[in-house]
């Protein structure tokens, strides 16, 4: 008789429960000790090689393991400042003693960003920095993240002090969305913003494990964006770094009390993490940092009065401070796009006619900016192991915070906050993962429109003129001198405004940052009473990505297979980012007026697309001693054709310490969401996005003139009115100074790279060399250009523009007129590319020497710089990079027992910064970091006291940016409580 069918699958169930129990029941058991001073080694990494199964020793060494697996396997123990150990096991009946010996160096270290699959540093085919926990915690810098700083090749450029980008190889900004920051496999960047938040949003001092940085493109392994480098944050695993973790630092900057009084800098960090049966577990990470910023008060002038075009250099006499057309770095409204008018009709020194280029008077960032922030940071992971070959895992990260950062304006990031959920399937050869990234600016705003509209609540640009020039004639008329004249026609002009500090200036500001339409009635037929500044951007981020190592299946080469999908929904707040299928007059408008301005609605939400696949084929040759790499990517954006970038390189070991690279790769970049769909009116200037149907009905593309020429169009207009011709004659004959614009649509950036490398271990791990040099072709570099498309006067309202007309006519010429800046010019700020190639190069050299015991001197110096072009571009690139950078650094973790300390030097040379804000030169600096860190090892602690730029040389990183001094701290960190 057959049994019944579920007495089958009870049997089965009961065979299976039986080969699990008994699998369950192998355990490992042994001790980690230190190959010098025989003690055990708390925190040591033991995996069994080829699965994900592993655990960490505990503060005598020991550690038990319990897996599936059966004998014989490997075990492999790793732990920062030792070299990797692998141990065979035939039989776990008796303990496993493991000793591991001191490594000198970092040398040795495993990476994985370089190739996506782990290599030895030294055989990376790329240049590769690492930075492990140990490094961490040797540095003088504050946080992991500014440490990145002493880097080899990297160049730091900080906004605030929650806000900080780094950058390698040149075309430095501060909101760099070429150099790609992941964390744990996530993207950093805030989508709408276009600026990645690796230090706000990231992880916590006491979850970060290490931090891969790749110098130069990789976007033929990692797709859009990285083709100024990546940066790869890894966190600790639940498996391997249990227990209660606790960190508080505590500093002051601003110690000599000139941009604020001194001030405390607050940071709290706790993590707690458990495994249950080295099968399920979690971890829980937060963090607040509170602090009073960096200031931004740079009074540099970037437009003197000598300038052609923009200031007055033929009057001599205002060769002064606080000339007509004085523009600050850190002072805002006094820009030569809105904010700039011309004084006409002066009688000055007998003669009739006179013209003069004035500024408003604008506000100065310090007057604009709360000054204070902090910085939320909570993340959460659920980690669950199938079997001994598979881990699946969930994590939400969610980050608020406030900061200062710089795009083609400055905005005041407030309450700015970012969510992420991921899912993630990780096997021994395979990996699946998928995010969402959810992204709201909160309370934020853009200080252009701040001050423009604080202005323009006094008095709009022609009535302010008005006022000016009554008062300069008068002044003029009662043989007032030039300059003097000039400081009463401005007192005179703004006498009323609202002053920073009054209860009138905080209310109206207060209103302005409140509201969403930054167009003010005086300039825009759709602006309101007071004007608008605040930052309302919302969106979210759906990607999923998977790779496959098939380098088992396959026996003569090694074979990874990958692809991704990424889709970016952006929710149309009317302002910055709009619905392209509503009529052009609707698009700032809401579908639902009568909501509040948080409900309203501004259409459908947009989509931004992209897919890639990749594969990857490494050979080695003549026993491992030649390695060959190969990589083809295809990556697809909907708004553009394929893009195929390539990857070929190789790695020669000689006599096994000498290591030589090289390799050739292309990558493309796509336009960021700000780049390609941006539909911003800001101080009567429209930021556009660069896609084609964006210009549809607008025709700024091929219906313009450049800014600048219009700005030489205006002096020489200026001069013959001064000799004695009407002010529409001297424009039709100087029409010839005007340049037609003639813009293509964005298309991709591509970047052609080429790189050699040498990196050698020598001296019995004493010293470590590593150098490389490459060589970068730019095609296509994107950028902005000020456009002006001409008008016809507007016989219903003589404030507006009427009807377009052509580029070459009279009617387009006379439109040029600065006088006819608001009433005949519809003006632009075009994403776009530039037409000619930019060729760049350079090199880095690092060194590593342990002389003396555990003494480590280190040096790193790096050289970058860009061959120019013959011809002027559509705008300036703005390679932003100093030719020489250097540090040289010298430490010994424990120069007694329990106690070292590490000294920093750091210096860069000087440099000229270009941007579409802020101009000039970035003086040359240096600074001294240090630290000296004691251990209480019986009561799990470690205590440092340390100081960044000690001796407080004050200094800046790029034009406009904040004013940055000493900070000195002390920071107390327990680690491995309740194990």
């Given at each position: 008789?057959?049994?019944?069918?579920?007495?089958?699958?009870?049997?089965?169930?009961?065979?299976?429960?039986?080969?699990?129990?008994?699998?369950?029941?192998?355990?490992?058991?042994?001790?980690?000790?230190?190959?010098?001073?025989?003690?055990?080694?708390?925190?040591?990494?033991?995996?069994?090689?080829?699965?994900?199964?592993?655990?960490?020793?505990?503060?005598?060494?020991?550690?038990?393991?319990?897996?599936?697996?059966?004998?014989?396997?490997?075990?492999?123990?790793?732990?920062?400042?030792?070299?990797?150990?692998?141990?065979?096991?035939?039989?776990?009946?008796?303990?496993?003693?493991?000793?591991?010996?001191?490594?000198?160096?970092?040398?040795?270290?495993?990476?994985?960003?370089?190739?996506?699959?782990?290599?030895?540093?030294?055989?990376?085919?790329?240049?590769?920095?690492?930075?492990?926990?140990?490094?961490?915690?040797?540095?003088?810098?504050?946080?992991?993240?500014?440490?990145?700083?002493?880097?080899?090749?990297?160049?730091?450029?900080?906004?605030?002090?929650?806000?900080?980008?780094?950058?390698?190889?040149?075309?430095?900004?501060?909101?760099?969305?070429?150099?790609?920051?992941?964390?744990?496999?996530?993207?950093?960047?805030?989508?709408?913003?276009?600026?990645?938040?690796?230090?706000?949003?990231?992880?916590?001092?006491?979850?970060?494990?290490?931090?891969?940085?790749?110098?130069?493109?990789?976007?033929?392994?990692?797709?859009?964006?990285?083709?100024?480098?990546?940066?790869?944050?890894?966190?600790?695993?639940?498996?391997?770094?249990?227990?209660?973790?606790?960190?508080?630092?505590?500093?002051?900057?601003?110690?000599?009390?000139?941009?604020?009084?001194?001030?405390?800098?607050?940071?709290?960090?706790?993590?707690?993490?458990?495994?249950?049966?080295?099968?399920?577990?979690?971890?829980?990470?937060?963090?607040?940092?509170?602090?009073?910023?960096?200031?931004?008060?740079?009074?540099?002038?970037?437009?003197?009065?000598?300038?052609?075009?923009?200031?007055?250099?033929?009057?001599?006499?205002?060769?002064?401070?606080?000339?007509?057309?004085?523009?600050?770095?850190?002072?805002?409204?006094?820009?030569?796009?809105?904010?700039?008018?011309?004084?006409?009709?002066?009688?000055?020194?007998?003669?009739?006619?006179?013209?003069?280029?004035?500024?408003?008077?604008?506000?100065?960032?310090?007057?604009?900016?709360?000054?204070?922030?902090?910085?939320?940071?909570?993340?959460?992971?659920?980690?669950?192991?199938?079997?001994?070959?598979?881990?699946?895992?969930?994590?939400?990260?969610?980050?608020?915070?406030?900061?200062?950062?710089?795009?083609?304006?400055?905005?005041?990031?407030?309450?700015?906050?970012?969510?992420?959920?991921?899912?993630?399937?990780?096997?021994?050869?395979?990996?699946?993962?998928?995010?969402?990234?959810?992204?709201?600016?909160?309370?934020?705003?853009?200080?252009?429109?701040?001050?423009?509209?604080?202005?323009?609540?006094?008095?709009?640009?022609?009535?302010?003129?008005?006022?000016?020039?009554?008062?300069?004639?008068?002044?003029?008329?009662?043989?007032?001198?030039?300059?003097?004249?000039?400081?009463?026609?401005?007192?005179?002009?703004?006498?009323?405004?609202?002053?920073?500090?009054?209860?009138?200036?905080?209310?109206?500001?207060?209103?302005?940052?409140?509201?969403?339409?930054?167009?003010?009635?005086?300039?825009?037929?759709?602006?309101?009473?007071?004007?608008?500044?605040?930052?309302?951007?919302?969106?979210?981020?759906?990607?999923?990505?998977?790779?496959?190592?098939?380098?088992?299946?396959?026996?003569?080469?090694?074979?990874?297979?990958?692809?991704?999908?990424?889709?970016?929904?952006?929710?149309?707040?009317?302002?910055?980012?709009?619905?392209?299928?509503?009529?052009?007059?609707?698009?700032?408008?809401?579908?639902?007026?009568?909501?509040?301005?948080?409900?309203?609605?501004?259409?459908?939400?947009?989509?931004?697309?992209?897919?890639?696949?990749?594969?990857?084929?490494?050979?080695?040759?003549?026993?491992?001693?030649?390695?060959?790499?190969?990589?083809?990517?295809?990556?697809?954006?909907?708004?553009?054709?394929?893009?195929?970038?390539?990857?070929?390189?190789?790695?020669?070991?000689?006599?096994?310490?000498?290591?030589?690279?090289?390799?050739?790769?292309?990558?493309?970049?796509?336009?960021?969401?700000?780049?390609?769909?941006?539909?911003?009116?800001?101080?009567?200037?429209?930021?556009?996005?660069?896609?084609?149907?964006?210009?549809?009905?607008?025709?700024?593309?091929?219906?313009?003139?450049?800014?600048?020429?219009?700005?030489?169009?205006?002096?020489?207009?200026?001069?013959?009115?001064?000799?004695?011709?009407?002010?529409?004659?001297?424009?039709?004959?100087?029409?010839?100074?005007?340049?037609?614009?003639?813009?293509?649509?964005?298309?991709?950036?591509?970047?052609?790279?080429?790189?050699?490398?040498?990196?050698?271990?020598?001296?019995?791990?004493?010293?470590?060399?590593?150098?490389?040099?490459?060589?970068?072709?730019?095609?296509?570099?994107?950028?902005?250009?000020?456009?002006?498309?001409?008008?016809?006067?507007?016989?219903?309202?003589?404030?507006?523009?009427?009807?377009?007309?052509?580029?070459?006519?009279?009617?387009?010429?006379?439109?040029?007129?600065?006088?006819?800046?608001?009433?005949?010019?519809?003006?632009?700020?075009?994403?776009?590319?530039?037409?000619?190639?930019?060729?760049?190069?350079?090199?880095?050299?690092?060194?590593?020497?342990?002389?003396?015991?555990?003494?480590?001197?280190?040096?790193?110096?790096?050289?970058?710089?860009?061959?120019?072009?013959?011809?002027?571009?559509?705008?300036?690139?703005?390679?932003?990079?100093?030719?020489?950078?250097?540090?040289?650094?010298?430490?010994?973790?424990?120069?007694?027992?329990?106690?070292?300390?590490?000294v920093v030097w750091r210096w860069q040379e000087s440099f000229q910064w270009e941007s579409p804000l802020a101009n000039g030169e970035i003086a040359a600096y240096n600074t001294f970091d240090a630290q000296v860190t004691y251990k209480l090892p019986d009561l799990f602690t470690s205590v440092?006291?340390?100081?960044?730029?000690?001796?407080?040389?004050?200094?800046?990183?790029?034009?406009?940016?904040?004013?940055?001094?000493?900070?000195?701290?002390?920071?107390?960190?327990?680690?491995?409580?309740?194990?």
């Amino acid at each position: 008789m057959k049994p019944p069918l579920h007495h089958l699958f009870m049997l089965l169930a009961f065979v299976l429960a039986s080969a699990s129990l008994h699998a369950q029941n192998t355990v490992i058991q042994g001790k980690i000790t230190d190959e010098e001073t025989q003690e055990g080694l708390a925190g040591v990494n033991i995996l069994i090689k080829g699965t994900v199964l592993g655990t960490v020793s505990d503060a005598n060494g020991k550690f038990t393991l319990t897996a599936k697996a059966q004998p014989p396997f490997t075990l492999v123990a790793s732990f920062v400042g030792y070299r990797t150990q692998e141990i065979a096991v035939n039989n776990t009946a008796e303990a496993i003693n493991i000793t591991l010996a001191p490594s000198a160096l970092l040398g040795e270290e495993v990476v994985i960003t370089a190739s996506r699959v782990e290599e030895s540093q030294l055989k990376s085919p790329v240049a590769i920095e690492k930075m492990d926990i140990r490094a961490i915690r040797e540095s003088p810098a504050p946080s992991f993240y500014d440490a990145l700083e002493n880097v080899k090749g990297v160049q730091m450029t900080t906004s605030s002090i929650t806000f900080k980008v780094p950058n390698t190889r040149g075309f430095n900004i501060p909101n760099n969305f070429r150099f790609v920051q992941l964390a744990d496999g996530i993207d950093m960047q805030a989508a709408t913003l276009g600026v990645p938040l690796g230090n706000a949003i990231g992880p916590t001092e006491l979850d970060i494990e290490s931090v891969e940085i790749t110098p130069g493109a990789a976007s033929a392994l990692y797709g859009m964006n990285a083709i100024n480098g990546m940066a790869n944050l890894i966190t600790k695993s639940p498996f391997l770094y249990q227990g209660l973790s606790v960190y508080q630092k505590t500093g002051v900057n601003h110690v000599d009390g000139i941009d604020y009084d001194p001030s405390l800098l607050t940071e709290t960090a706790v993590r707690y993490a458990h495994a249950f049966n080295n099968k399920f577990a979690f971890k829980i990470n937060g963090s607040y940092l509170r602090a009073t910023d960096w200031r931004g008060n740079t009074q540099t002038d970037q437009n003197p009065n000598t300038t052609p075009s923009t200031g007055n250099p033929a009057y001599p006499e205002l060769n002064i401070a606080d000339h007509p057309a004085y523009d600050a770095w850190n002072k805002y409204g006094d820009d030569s796009g809105s904010n700039s008018v011309t004084v006409t009709g002066i009688n000055y020194n007998g003669a009739p006619n006179q013209s003069f280029v004035v500024r408003r008077t604008g506000y100065w960032e310090k007057d604009l900016v709360p000054g204070k922030v902090d910085n939320f940071k909570l993340d959460a992971a659920l980690h669950y192991r199938i079997g001994s070959n598979a881990e699946l895992s969930y994590t939400y990260r969610f980050g608020v915070m406030d900061g200062l950062f710089q795009r083609g304006n400055k905005i005041q990031l407030d309450n700015t906050r970012v969510q992420n959920h991921k899912l993630e399937l990780k096997g021994a050869n395979y990996l699946v993962r998928s995010y969402v990234s959810i992204e709201n600016t909160g309370d934020s705003y853009n200080l252009k429109p701040l001050s423009d509209n604080l202005d323009l609540n006094h008095l709009s640009n022609k009535d302010w003129s008005a006022k000016f020039k009554s008062e300069l004639q008068a002044a003029l008329t009662a043989e007032v001198g030039l300059a003097e004249a000039m400081r009463r026609a401005r007192a005179a002009a703004d006498a009323g405004r609202a002053e920073p500090g009054t209860a009138e200036f905080n209310a109206l500001k207060a209103q302005i940052i409140g509201s969403n339409n930054w167009d003010h009635i005086s300039s825009a037929p759709t602006g309101t009473a007071t004007g608008g500044a605040k930052l309302y951007q919302m969106s979210r981020t759906y990607h999923t990505d998977l790779q496959w190592d098939l380098s088992n299946k396959i026996q003569i080469f090694d074979l990874l297979v990958g692809a991704d999908f990424r889709l970016y929904e952006i929710i149309p707040d009317g302002n910055n980012f709009v619905d392209f299928d509503r009529p052009i007059a609707e698009r700032n408008t809401p579908t639902n007026p009568d909501a509040a301005q948080d409900d309203q609605k501004f259409g459908n939400n947009v989509h931004y697309t992209k897919y890639g696949f990749f594969t990857q084929v490494t050979k080695k040759l003549f026993n491992e001693k030649l390695k060959l790499f190969g990589a083809l990517r295809v990556d697809h954006n909907l708004e553009f054709d394929p893009k195929i970038n390539p990857r070929v390189a190789v790695v020669y070991t000689l006599a096994e310490k000498h290591n030589f690279r090289a390799s050739f790769q292309n990558g493309f970049r796509f336009p960021s969401l700000f780049e390609a769909l941006s539909f911003v009116n800001n101080g009567n200037v429209r930021r556009v996005g660069g896609l084609p149907y964006i210009n549809e009905g607008l025709n700024y593309l091929d219906n313009s003139y450049t800014l600048a020429s219009i700005n030489a169009f205006n002096a020489a207009v200026n001069a013959d009115v001064k000799s004695g011709l009407s002010t529409n004659d001297a424009a039709l004959k100087n029409r010839g100074v005007l340049e037609v614009t003639n813009l293509s649509a964005t298309r991709p950036e591509r970047i052609n790279s080429f790189e050699v490398g040498y990196k050698s271990l020598l001296f019995n791990n004493k010293l470590v060399v590593d150098i490389d040099a490459y060589t970068n072709q730019y095609d296509g570099f994107l950028g902005q250009v000020e456009v002006a498309v001409p008008y016809l006067p507007n016989p219903e309202n003589p404030s507006y523009p009427g009807q377009q007309v052509t580029v070459g006519s009279d009617d387009a010429v006379i439109a040029m007129i600065q006088a006819n800046r608001g009433a005949r010019q519809t003006r632009y700020r075009v994403y776009t590319n530039a037409r000619q190639k930019y060729n760049n190069y350079g090199s880095s050299l690092g060194i590593t020497y342990n002389f003396f015991q555990k003494f480590t001197v280190g040096s790193n110096v790096s050289y970058n710089n860009i061959s120019k072009n013959k011809e002027k571009d559509v705008f300036v690139t703005g390679f932003n990079t100093p030719n020489w950078a250097t540090n040289i650094s010298l430490g010994n973790r424990e120069v007694v027992k329990n106690l070292g300390f590490n000294v920093v030097w750091r210096w860069q040379e000087s440099f000229q910064w270009e941007s579409p804000l802020a101009n000039g030169e970035i003086a040359a600096y240096n600074t001294f970091d240090a630290q000296v860190t004691y251990k209480l090892p019986d009561l799990f602690t470690s205590v440092k006291l340390g100081g960044t730029n000690i001796f407080n040389n004050r200094y800046i990183q790029y034009a406009a940016g904040p004013t940055i001094g000493a900070l000195y701290y002390v920071s107390i960190t327990l680690d491995g409580l309740l194990k």
